[in-house]
């Protein structure tokens, strides 16, 4: 009779998991997950927030071995994803993915703001870091900054730009372009991307920032033109575009990202396991280079390093908010 511990423990367990397709690891060491997980995003369907979402959210199943279902909350420039999560129970199963607006924007810009991340929300990791890009109209005239500059100081009055909503980051780059031009630019807040882009193509508005990975496709397309990009160096999903310190403004914009948070007293072992497997994930080459093709390259931290990023931000911003005389809400 064969010994009922012939096999060794260690090639049980290799021979477990190479046998359960999408059964990562994580769950394999804790439990965690046993059912689907949501992704809670403040904005609505095809912006970046919600694109990189679903991108990270298809692969990261394949690792955790459940489905990962994106739900959009579009609402008060992102807060209401936020406070569905917040007022969610910590178990594990509900998460945010954010952006700037919502977090260390809406803590500068909100005078009474129902939540307080450094205390309702956990970090988790960044997970990409993102290309702003300054678009025009393709029927407006200026086909760089400079000549923008000089059509808003020509046309006093005339000129339009369009954000997310109020005290949103585009909101701020836009504050900040036309303080540093010394221009005039009246402000056209909108509920996420597509109503902006529509009324921009409408010339309603003739400008704003945007992330370069979602309005490439619409500049490729002739529908808008591409101005100039908020980094430090040119990037590879427009390369013909100059940065904005090429055109004359070296100090617009702050670094952007997306990243993903847990309500407060998720048990710390779900945010461990959490963050090594989107960490995994961001280091796979396929998955990366998909990332940075998309002008959105990968950027993983430790849940430390990532809320050092936030206060840091937070106070930054509110000083940002003061110079620029910007109205709280």
Request: overall charge positive; aromatic content about 8%; charged content about 15%.
């Amino acid at each position: 009779m064969k010994s009922q511990i012939a096999v060794p423990r260690r090639r049980q367990l290799l021979a477990a998991f190479a046998l359960s397709p999408l059964t990562g690891w994580a769950q394999q060491k804790s439990g965690w997950p046993d059912r689907p997980v949501r992704f809670v995003v403040g904005w609505p369907p095809g912006g970046s927030a919600d694109t990189t979402a679903r991108l990270l959210a298809e692969q990261l199943a394949r690792r955790i071995g459940q489905p990962i279902v994106v739900e959009n909350r579009p609402g008060a420039s992102g807060r209401l994803g936020v406070q569905q999560v917040i007022n969610s129970e910590p178990d594990g199963y509900t998460f945010l993915f954010a952006a700037p607006s919502e977090i260390t924007i809406a803590a500068a810009t909100v005078q009474v703001l129902p939540y307080d991340f450094t205390r309702d929300l956990q970090p988790i990791t960044t997970v990409v870091s993102g290309a702003m890009m300054m678009i025009a109209d393709a029927r407006f005239a200026p086909n760089n900054v400079r000549e923008l500059e000089s059509y808003a100081k020509a046309n006093p009055g005339k000129l339009n730009y369009a954000s997310y909503g109020n005290n949103t980051t585009n909101h701020i780059y836009g504050a900040q372009f036309c303080s540093a031009a010394n221009i005039e630019a009246t402000h056209v807040p909108y509920k996420g991307g597509a109503p902006a882009w529509n009324d921009m193509m409408a010339g309603q508005v003739q400008f704003m920032f945007d992330n370069a990975a979602v309005v490439m496709p619409h500049v490729r397309a002739g529908k808008f033109k591409a101005l100039a990009v908020l980094s430090p160096e040119r990037i590879a999903l427009a390369p013909d575009t100059p940065t904005m310190a090429e055109s004359g403004y070296p100090n617009i914009g702050f670094k952007s990202w997306l990243g993903l948070f847990a309500p407060a007293r998720t048990p710390a072992s779900i945010v461990s396991t959490l963050h090594d497997e989107v960490a995994a994930t961001l280091s796979n080459p396929a998955f990366a280079r998909q990332l940075e093709e998309r002008g959105t390259p990968p950027w993983p931290t430790t849940p430390i390093e990532f809320g050092n990023v936030l206060r840091n931000e937070a106070a930054e911003l509110k000083t940002l908010v003061r110079k620029l005389g910007l109205k709280l809400e």
